[in-house]
């Protein structure tokens, strides 16, 4: 069960960040940060509680959060240019 709310976080957390890239607004960079951190939590949780190896879920863990970072530092720096 918590794989696959895991994979539905991330998966809304890319779509939502191509979103906030569109229309960006204060209250949409919120939901953003959440399904963000909703989708570390629940993967950290799942390397813990199933004993896998951790190189493999860390590197695709981490670019994960590389491109939703770089996406929403985009998002935000169109959201304070149309300010």
Same mark, same amino acid.
């Given at each position: 069960? $918590?794989? %696959? #709310?895991? %994979? #539905? =976080? &991330?998966?809304?957390? %890319? =779509?939502?960040?191509?979103?906030?890239? $569109?229309?960006?607004? @204060? =209250? !949409?960079?919120?939901? !953003?940060? +959440?399904? %963000? +951190?909703?989708?570390?939590?629940? +993967? *950290?949780?799942?390397?813990?509680?199933?004993?896998? /190896?951790?190189?493999?879920?860390? *590197? &695709?863990?981490? $670019?994960?959060? +590389?491109?939703?970072?770089?996406?929403? &530092?985009?998002? /935000?720096? @169109?959201? $304070? /240019? =149309?300010?």
């Amino acid at each position: 069960m $918590i794989l %696959i #709310a895991h %994979i #539905a =976080a &991330a998966l809304l957390s %890319i =779509a939502y960040t191509t979103y906030l890239f $569109i229309s960006p607004s @204060r =209250a !949409n960079f919120f939901v !953003n940060y +959440g399904l %963000i +951190g909703l989708t570390l939590a629940s +993967g *950290t949780y799942l390397v813990v509680s199933s004993h896998s /190896r951790l190189l493999p879920a860390c *590197t &695709a863990g981490l $670019i994960y959060i +590389g491109c939703i970072s770089v996406a929403t &530092a985009l998002a /935000r720096s @169109r959201f $304070i /240019r =149309a300010k």
